[in-house]
C-alpha cells in the first residue's frame, strides 16, 4: 500500500519520489510504513488547511455600533 501524494499546494517532484523511496524501504515494516502514512496525510491536511485559511477572507469582530441617546439628538 503506497501513499497516494495529492496536495493542494504545489510541491517538489523529488519529494514525491523520497517518499516513495522511503515507503519502499519499508515494505518489511508495516508499523513504520503505517506511521509514514498517516504523518503524510497529517501533513496533508494541515498544509491544505493552512492555505485554505491564507485565502478565507479575515473574521471581523463583533462590535455594537455607538447609539446615540434621545437627548444628544436635539444638539
Do not use: G, W, Y
Request: net charge negative; hydrophobic share 35%.
Amino acid at each position: 500500500m503506497f501513499f497516494n501524494v495529492s496536495m493542494a499546494e504545489k510541491i517538489d517532484v523529488r519529494n514525491i519520489l523520497e517518499i516513495q523511496k522511503i515507503q519502499e524501504l519499508l515494505v518489511n515494516h508495516p508499523d513504520l510504513l503505517s506511521m509514514l502514512t498517516i504523518v503524510c496525510v497529517m501533513c496533508n491536511d494541515r498544509l491544505n488547511h493552512e492555505k485554505k485559511s491564507l485565502t478565507d477572507p479575515p473574521i471581523e469582530p463583533h462590535t455594537e455600533p455607538n447609539l446615540s441617546d434621545h437627548e444628544s439628538d436635539d444638539d
